[in-house]
């Protein structure tokens, strides 16, 4: 039984002592699933935290990725956020998808990093 995306070839037949008919043949096509991203909103930090790691996830298992919209205040490398200075820091999170599953939308959080 096929479980990811595509298409198909299916045959029925029957065959047996009190019935005979001909083979019929279609095509399954099994489309790519929606996806979604849980990315629970950020607390505001103090500078002097350095760094935190992040933790947001796909519907479909697949693995997130973050990257931050800027960099002038903070950084992203793989889940760990590094502090840079003060101001307004913007992470997404994002899932491009694979052969089963289309690409989530992006979520974008952002939070205060104070003095």
Do not use: E, W
Not at 41 to 52: A, E, Y
Not at 60 to 84: D, E, I, P, Q, W
């Amino acid at each position: 039984m096929p479980t990811n995306a595509g298409s198909y070839s299916v045959v029925a037949s029957l065959n047996n002592a009190l019935y005979t008919a001909p083979n019929a043949t279609d095509t399954l096509v099994i489309g790519m699933a929606s996806q979604t991203i849980t990315f629970d909103p950020l607390p505001n930090r103090p500078l002097s935290d350095g760094f935190f790691n992040l933790n947001a996830t796909a519907s479909s298992g697949l693995t997130v990725t973050y990257t931050s919209l800027t960099t002038n205040k903070c950084t992203v490398n793989n889940k760990k956020v590094t502090l840079v200075a003060t101001g307004t820091c913007t992470i997404r999170a994002s899932q491009a998808g694979n052969s089963n599953y289309y690409p989530a939308p992006n979520v974008d959080r952002s939070f205060n990093i104070t003095n």
